[in-house]
């Protein structure tokens, strides 16, 4: 019995040896794993950009306001803006994740009656950053309010009365309040798109190589281009089922809202499906047996899940690694997406996500192709 499992025991090790690349994989992809998942968790949210409307900017009181926005590393202030309409056109459009607006009788209503608000503008199709932005003004307004409260104080026969000043948030909300399902369902369709769409396409062109299927197509009369656009199409229907599926479900079983054109939402799918599909055949090339080419894919998904601002705003990135987001063509089917179905915009609004995607598609289908013409040489 020992004799017979030593033989088969030797022989997996023997086989494991000569395959160099199952070892590098086993080598480097727990010490990837754990390197990415530190960079990607291991921060805080901080500077995020709003802008500040002053519209009492003769008083030195709003002023002392803004200083404390300045301050904060919670939020950087990237512009000073004229009025509450400008500061929430540029939170719509996306350019800043807030805004501040200090009204016009700001000072003056917090002399005459010590209470006064500052209006914050958040994006709702954002929770987790609207959260922190609201949170960051109300620790201010708390904290201006015991500094107002002091510098107001009277002194009288029997000392110092201090009068109590109360400086509140406003709170404007766009978009309305997002369900955790609104705002994840971008995130997990993009993920599940490219999971199933880049492992069939690998997995299956690499299980024709093992089988020989291949080598028969490359001297029978099947052109290349025909045996390459058959794939391409094959596969581009699993990726629409793959989308129907994750819409019906979400709408049906969860109440998924979609408040922009769902056509819209299919054509930036398909976009993204059309990248995956070329990661897919570029990992077949390179890609010995099945194993490997699921090893291969991770290699491609890890990134995507830690690095999309799927699970962590991508504003919580140091900033010596905030470009990496922007590699990761998930970052733009996410945004586009949230533009869409939280937002209701339309694909005129995403143009920068769609030409991201379409350029990544571009580059992908043309690496893959090239290697896999020269595999079928």
């Keep these: 019995m020992w004799s017979k499992f030593l033989a088969v025991f030797r022989k997996e090790l ?42 009492d900017s003769d008083n030195n009181l709003s002023w002392y306001v803004t200083q404390k926005f300045e301050e904060s590393e919670v939020t950087d202030v990237v512009e000073y803006v004229n009025g509450l309409e400008n500061a929430r056109s540029l939170v719509e459009n996306g350019k800043v994740k807030g805004a501040i607006h200090i009204p016009s009788t700001f000072a003056e209503t917090l002399q005459e009656s010590k209470a006064a608000n500052i209006i914050v503008i958040v994006d709702g199709s954002l929770p987790q950053i609207a959260q922190i932005i609201t949170a960051e003004a109300e620790r201010i307004s708390v904290e201006l309010s015991e500094e107002f409260s002091e510098r107001f104080a009277v002194t009288t026969s029997v000392g110092v009365t201090s009068e109590s000043v109360r400086i509140s948030t406003f709170k404007i909300q766009l978009y309305g309040t997002t369900k955790n399902i609104d705002a994840f369902a971008p995130g997990v369709m993009g993920l599940v798109v490219q999971m199933i769409t880049t492992i069939f396409t690998a997995v299956s062109l690499v299980r024709e190589k093992e089988s020989g299927s291949i080598e028969m197509i490359i001297v029978s009369p099947i052109h290349k281009a025909d045996f390459i656009v058959g794939k391409f199409v094959t596969y581009m229907l699993v990726a629409l089922a793959v989308i129907c599926n994750v819409l019906i479900v979400g709408i049906g079983f969860f109440g998924l809202s979609i408040r922009g054109s769902i056509l819209d939402v299919f054509l930036i799918s398909i976009l993204f499906a059309i990248v995956c599909l070329g990661l897919g055949m570029l990992v077949s090339t390179v890609s010995k047996n099945q194993l490997q080419a699921v090893q291969a894919t991770i290699i491609f998904f890890l990134p995507s899940i830690l690095f999309s601002g799927f699970f962590f705003p991508i504003e919580a990135f140091p900033r010596n690694i905030s470009w990496i987001p922007y590699l990761v063509p998930l970052t733009y089917y996410i945004n586009g997406c949230r533009g869409i179905m939280t937002k209701g915009k339309s694909l005129g609004y995403i143009y920068t996500d769609l030409l991201a995607l379409a350029l990544f598609a571009i580059l992908t289908l043309i690496l893959s192709i090239q290697r896999f013409v020269k595999k079928l040489e």
């Excluded at 023997?14 to 080598?27: E, Y």
């Excluded at 992809?29 to 990607?40: E, H, V």
Aim: net charge positive.
């Design 14 to 55: 023997l086989q494991l040896k000569r395959d160099r690349r199952t070892i590098a994989m086993i080598i480097i992809q727990p010490a990837m794993m754990m390197i990415l998942f530190g960079i990607a968790f291991g921060g805080e949210i901080t500077h995020l950009p709003i802008v500040i409307s002053n519209a």
